[in-house]
């Protein structure tokens, strides 16, 4: 690797740590920038997913304070690491251009469920700021609320198992897929939502990096340049996230994960 090779990594690392804490989707920009100094597409994409999990832990610590103290927290990772290890497990072992042609659909309506995420929970009856039951309602009013509790758990489980074997077997736009579920399902501030879409982020990007270590062809130089850069990157935008309006947060991950979509379907049928 040569100097300007490495200062385009170093670039693309940067960028790519922003714009993961801002809005998902930085791996659109380290991967082409591997994929362009020469590395064949299987061992960019391994290369890429163990080089953009350091922004992913900064992005955790730049929006720690936005994370909600709830147990239900944890219960999260034993899904996110299992369907992050089924798909790396796909990656290493099937032909990856059936989901290469996927992958925009995937993220094209990933972003369009967020963009109308307000009118989808009016849909599915997960509207918040319900009142409080009394008097002899009280009971059935617990029942109902009881099952409504176990839908939304049985959605949020199904959500972030979907996205992390989305994010085990390619990666790109994993934050917009996140968000775009996250909100779906959870009565939350965006800027909330984006803390635990950082957080289930680094859980998938440590999978990846124990299962890439040992059985995928990791290029060490590209990620020794790119991981550092991302770090910086990934602290600097989960501080910018928190400056942002929560409709102006919107409208920026909606428009990125609009631009990405298209990209991913020009890239995949050009």
């Known amino acids: 690797m040569d100097f300007p090779e490495a ?28 994929i362009a100094i020469g590395l064949p597409p299987i061992s960019a994409n391994v290369s ?40 790396c497990a796909l990656l290493l072992s ?17 972003t369009a469920v967020l963009a109308f995420q307000d009118q989808l929970r009016r849909l599915i009856g997960q509207s918040g700021g319900q009142p409080a039951p009394t ?4 009971a059935a009013s617990g029942r109902t609320a009881v099952r409504n509790a176990s839908r939304q758990s049985l959605g949020l489980h199904t959500m972030v198992v979907v996205g992390a074997v989305y994010g085990g077997y390619f990666g790109a ?21 984006s803390a635990i879409k950082n957080l289930l982020s680094a859980v998938v ?29 990934g602290y600097a935008g989960a501080r910018l996230v928190r400056r942002l309006a929560p409709e102006v947060l919107k409208t920026v991950i909606v428009l990125f994960g ?11 049928w050009s």
């Open 7 to 34: 200062l385009l990594l170093l670039a693309a690392g940067l960028a790519a740590g922003t714009v993961n804490a801002v809005a998902g989707g930085g791996s659109l920009i380290t991967f082409p920038a591997m």
């Open 48 to 87: 890429n997913s163990m080089s953009v999990c350091p922004g992913y832990l900064a992005s955790v610590w730049g929006s720690r304070a936005d994370l909600p103290d709830r147990r239900w927290l944890r219960r999260l990772v034993p899904g996110t690491v299992l369907g992050t290890a089924a798909g």
């Open 94 to 110: 099937t032909p990856a251009r059936a989901f290469e042609l996927a992958v925009p659909f995937l993220v094209l309506g990933a």
């Open 135 to 138: 008097g002899s309602g009280f």
């Open 173 to 193: 736009a994993l934050g917009v897929m996140l968000v775009a579920g996250l909100a779906l399902v959870l009565d939350e501030t965006l800027t909330r939502i």
């Open 205 to 233: 990007g440590l999978t990846t990096i124990v299962a890439f270590a040992a059985f995928g062809p990791v290029n060490w130089t590209a990620v020794a340049v790119v991981a550092p850069a991302t770090i910086i990157g």
């Open 258 to 268: 609009t631009a990405i979509g298209l990209l991913l379907l020009y890239r995949s």
